[in-house]
């Protein structure tokens, strides 16, 4: 409408012209500029999402409810359910039936109104689908056309890192992670989508972003004083186990975005808190994903 407040001759003309023309064709240019003007942003339809987890998982679910409603996807909205370590799998979510977790997670999942339902990677070695089997099968029965996801998690403990790696015959930590990446997709996604053919199943590869900016830290590479154990606001661990300080979190959140809704984050304006560029360092960590996990 600014258009329409310039005092330009022309202007003038074509308001003179609109009054001629009558109030129905004024009505009319006025949708017509609304329509076509490229500068207009327009919401974006979200997702009705059900996210089950552990600790390794939950800080990714919460940040994606505000980086959605940034990113223009104003429906969207989540149900996040999570119980710490390995009570945070889906297979003790679904064995301990009686508990109030395991009903909520049912009660959502009874509505018949979930689009996306994510899970964490976490499983029985005896049976790796076991726990992601019985809730697809749940699930899928009421919400016949719900997309699934398996966000992938680091590795735990990073001070022995290289050790583990060395115990499983590798080199690195990257070698490591590779591995337990392909066990996702070879041994479960492959599976549950041969059980689940007409299922959307696909993979968020969260824990590079630990490994990435480890490894980054360690080169000197990142433009923040970042220590590798410490408080959460200035280091890339908080604890032993491995829980994830800001910068990770940051960096883990615009994968989930970028995975989830397809967000080119080398055009999304959000401001980390970092002076290192996250949004590249996730979409990089995207475009390295093999693209048959991904939605």
């Known amino acids: 409408m600014e258009r329409l407040n310039n005092n330009s001759k022309h202007q003038k003309h074509f ?3 609109l009054k001629k023309l ?4 004024l ?11 490229d500068s207009v942003e327009e919401s974006q339809e979200g997702y009705t999402m059900l996210l089950i987890g552990n600790s390794f998982f939950r800080p ?6 505000d980086l959605s409603i940034l990113a223009g996807f104003e429906d969207h909205k989540s149900t996040r359910i999570t119980r710490g370590g390995e009570n945070g799998r889906p297979i003790n979510f679904w064995n301990d039936s009686t508990s109030s977790e395991h009903l909520q997670i049912k009660a959502a999942l009874d509505q018949g109104n979930i689009d996306v339902f994510g899970m964490t990677a976490g499983h029985d070695p005896e049976d790796r689908i076991e726990g992601h089997r019985a809730w697809i099968d749940y699930a899928t029965k009421r919400n016949p056309n719900i997309i699934i996801f398996i966000a992938i998690p680091q590795i735990d403990f990073p001070a022995e890192w290289e050790q583990r790696a060395q115990e499983y015959g590798f080199n690195s930590i990257q070698e490591l992670n590779d591995y337990f990446v392909d066990i996702v997709h070879d041994e479960m996604v492959d599976s ?3 059980e ?3 299922t959307k199943i696909f993979t968020i590869p969260t824990g590079w972003s630990s490994i990435n900016l480890d490894q980054m830290n360690e080169n000197n590479e990142l433009l923040d ?3 590798r154990f410490g408080p959460q606001a200035t280091s890339l661990f908080v604890d032993e ?3 994830q300080g800001d910068i990770i979190r940051e960096t883990g959140s615009l994968i989930w975005l970028n995975s989830i809704y397809g967000v080119d984050l080398s055009t999304f304006s959000y401001d980390t808190g970092f002076m290192t560029n996250l949004p590249e360092i996730a979409e990089e960590i995207m475009d390295s994903h093999d693209p048959n996990y991904k939605l």
């Open 192 to 194: 549950l989508r041969i």
């Open 27 to 37: 009505v009319i240019v006025f949708i017509s500029c609304t329509t076509n003007d």
């Open 241 to 243: 186990k491995g829980h």
């Open 22 to 25: 009558g109030l129905a064709a």
């Open 60 to 65: 990714y679910a919460e940040k994606l409810d």
């Open 15 to 17: 308001l003179m012209t």
């Open 225 to 227: 004083n970042i220590s």
């Open 196 to 198: 689940f053919p007409t």
